[in-house]
Nanobody, 122 residues
């Protein structure tokens, strides 16, 4: 129900825009978020956004560099990533949280995409 795209290989300092399309239109009524996971690491919170974009949270490691947004008319979640660093390399997942407004906890999300790989070279 969630399909991410936009990942790829980019040099440090570059930018990427990730998208996540929700196939079920009712998902537009729920909180959405981005997480990432690098090999050998736990899943890390990146950003979360409420249904009407009135509340947004960012992980400390991406504040000031990443921007989360959503277009409910297109059932799409976005993540604008700039000033990318090698440590941003990971598989990025979008998620939907049915029972939260915004959340940094992966356990509070109910639906997950398959992920898109982002690789930042130094």
């Amino acid at each position: 129900q969630l399909v991410e795209s936009g990942g790829g290989l980019v040099q440090a300092g570059g930018s990427l825009r990730l998208s996540c399309v929700a196939s079920a239109p009712y998902l537009r009524t729920y909180a959405m978020g981005w997480f990432r996971q690098a090999p050998g690491n736990e899943r890390e919170f990146v950003a979360s956004i409420s249904t009407r974009s009135t509340q947004i949270l960012y992980g400390d490691s991406v504040k000031g560099r990443f921007t989360i947004s959503r277009d409910n008319t297109k059932n799409t979640l976005y993540l604008e990533m700039s000033n990318l660093k090698p440590e941003d390399t990971a598989v990025y997942y979008c998620a939907v949280g049915v029972h939260v407004i915004v959340s940094a906890s992966a356990n509070e999300y109910d639906y997950w995409g398959q992920g898109t790989q982002v690789t930042v070279s130094s």
